[in-house]
């Protein structure tokens, strides 16, 4: 990930970015863009973790010395693991990347629990929520999704994995953001 990549979400403030990873990169992209967003703009923000349970991403995060006392998390995995839920301050567990319905509400909580009028949503996975929603039902969610996200005036960060099949939805998603930045 280069520098100016990095700097271009400082300017960014109030957007709506789509942004496409390699499958290689994913994890590393991932956490410089949220050690980028929590420590170099100092900015909290909300994590939706769709396809690693908190407990993971909470580790590799530590592990990367990523602080986050400034992220509130949501997952929507580790219920559909059967893995035992320790609750934790700064994460909200909800059922499934299939019910959409409780991510957006808990996005809502979570997004204006947070304090200061600067804010960063990172939606962590597209391509989780097409394993368990069709592509139809995805493309309205990402639609709504973007007006909230404009609503609650945060930095709106939406990933998704480069992929073949997946340009077509791409392209269809960029109408609902402001900008697409392709990591490779």
């Known amino acids: ?95 499934t990347p299939e019910n959409l319905s409780d991510i957006s509400i808990s996005m809502d909580q979570a997004v204006t629990s947070l304090p200061g009028k600067e804010k960063f949503l990172f939606f962590d996975s597209l391509n989780t929520l097409l394993m368990y929603n069709d592509v139809t039902t995805v493309a309205r969610f990402i639609h709504f999704l973007s007006g909230k996200m404009r609503a609650w005036k945060v930095t709106g960060i939406i990933i998704s994995l480069q992929k073949k099949g997946n340009e077509d939805l791409i392209n269809e998603l960029l109408q609902f953001c402001d900008i697409r930045l392709d990591f490779k």
């Open 1 to 95: 990930m280069k520098k100016e990549d990095l700097g271009k979400l400082k300017s960014l403030n109030q957007n709506v970015v789509l942004a496409t990873v390699s499958a290689k990169n994913y994890q590393k992209t991932n956490n410089k863009l949220i050690r980028y967003l929590t420590q170099k703009v100092n900015i909290p923000g909300v994590y939706v973790t769709l396809n690693k349970p908190y407990e993971t991403v909470s580790n590799i995060f530590n592990k990367e010395k990523i602080d986050t006392r400034l992220i509130i998390f949501i997952d929507a995995i580790t219920k559909t693991t059967n893995e035992k839920i320790k609750k934790t301050k700064n994460c909200l567990f909800i059922g």
